[in-house]
């Protein structure tokens, strides 16, 4: 099996998106033929966790230490991130396609 | 607050400047606001419950989070996002002390509270079983009001409350 990139999924117990987040991106590594163990999970529990990770909300997932969604605009803080997923509409968590990419993005 | 529980009276200032409480007729309060994916997700499936029980049911939504830490939740962004949507069918609340969202032990945006014509909770908890799906379409308000209507209990009465956690100030 090829090795994962840094994969981190960054989360804070306001959201109750954690769970469904995490389990599309194991489903995204392993579609790609990857470890779906390689996910490291960073719990922020701090306004100074969210500063020093800038942590616009949760859940916010990074492979190769980028972002699957960019998000340069929002506040950093604690608070549930807002996702738009491909059909328009929102979403607490990514568009499995965007993961997708960013996987595919930093193993290429 | 428990179903059968009397509900809390209240007042609250809307975006347009008038106020809102309970009055003795069937109301659905939820407590929501403006920065939540799942408040968003369920927002229109409110705002369409509200159209549809329009003169039978009246609906309240009351921003309760501490807009100092979260000030995409302020009254001035409330009411942006209100006008920006050119209206909304409902009045949008903010409760600014938090005391309303406490008095009704408010968890979540979204968090509902069906509040019969006798002032007593009937229903507590999600729009529906599913903030992805559209088409469950409010089907646990939706179901609530119609029982009440009817003078029946809803069922289910109480449903878990699915969403951002409220943010409380401090």
Known sequence: MPTAPETQLLWWEGCPSTAKAHELLREALAGEGLDPEAVELVEIETEGDAQRERFVGSPTIRVGGVEVAPADREPIGLSCRIYRLRDGSVSPTPDPEDIREAIREAIS | ?170
Not at chain 2, 23 to 37: E, I, K, Q, R, Y
Not at chain 2, 120 to 137: C, H, I, K, V
Not at chain 2, 142 to 155: C, F, I, S
């Open chain 2, 1 to 170: 607050m428990n179903i059968g529980d009397p509900a809390p009276p209240f007042e609250l200032p809307a975006t347009d400047g008038t106020s809102h409480g309970l009055d003795g007729s069937l109301t659905a309060v939820v407590f929501t606001c403006n920065h939540c994916p799942y408040a968003l997700a369920w927002h229109d499936r409110l705002l369409a419950v509200a159209r549809d029980y329009d003169g039978r049911a009246r609906m309240l939504l009351i921003n309760p989070n501490d807009a100092e830490r979260y000030p995409r939740d302020s009254a001035e962004a409330m009411r942006e996002r209100v006008e920006g949507d050119g209206g909304w069918p409902v009045p949008y609340l903010r409760d600014e002390s938090q005391a309303v969202a406490r008095d009704f032990g408010a968890k979540t945006t979204p968090d509902v509270f069906v509040v019969d014509a006798d002032g007593r909770l009937a229903y507590r908890g999600a729009p529906d079983s599913d903030y992805e799906d559209p088409s469950q379409d409010a089907a646990w308000l939706r179901g609530a009001l119609d029982a009440v209507l009817a003078g029946e209990t809803p069922d289910p009465m109480e449903t878990d409350p699915v969403g951002c956690s409220v943010k409380w100030a401090g």
